[in-house]
């Protein structure tokens, strides 16, 4: 289920999907609310650093209907969620214990293949974050 929520997870990261206005007025006081506390701040007009925002999104849509409760509340509350999963993910892989089929080889390659999606999380934000010239634009 990790694994299945990642890339909704980084898309979110990188063009957060928030609910409208109308539509968390109609979740406020449900089950199915989930507020994230996104990690950057809203300017004022003053330039001051204001709270971090608020994103609602609805728990039964994907990608957070494919986690438990006790793991969407931790990855609520991480300010980089496809991050938290890919070291989820390793956490998970180094406590599967060894057995004739599984060898620490077989541990290796898939902290390997881990480490590859924590990789990736840099390499989307770097081109997320690089400005396009404004002759290409």
């Known amino acids: ?27 406020r006081g449900s089950p199915h609310a989930l507020v994230l506390h996104e990690p950057y701040t809203i300017r004022n007009t003053h330039s001051k650093p204001s709270k971090a925002r608020e994103c609602w999104v609805d728990k039964r849509s994907l990608p957070w ?24 993910l ?26 590859k999606l924590s990789e990736c999380i840099g390499n989307c934000e770097r081109i997320h974050q690089t400005a396009v010239p404004l002759n290409y634009a």
């Open 1 to 27: 289920r990790l694994l299945a929520a990642f890339p909704y997870l980084l898309h979110h990261h990188i063009q957060p999907r928030c609910l409208d206005h109308s539509q968390c007025e109609e979740l």
């Open 65 to 88: 209907c494919l986690l438990p409760d006790s793991v969407l509340d931790k990855c609520a509350h991480s300010h980089n969620r496809p991050l938290w999963i890919s070291d989820r």
């Open 90 to 115: 390793s956490l998970e892989f180094t406590e599967i214990t060894y057995t004739e089929n599984f060898t620490s080889r077989e541990r290796l390659e898939l902290l390997k293949h881990a480490n």
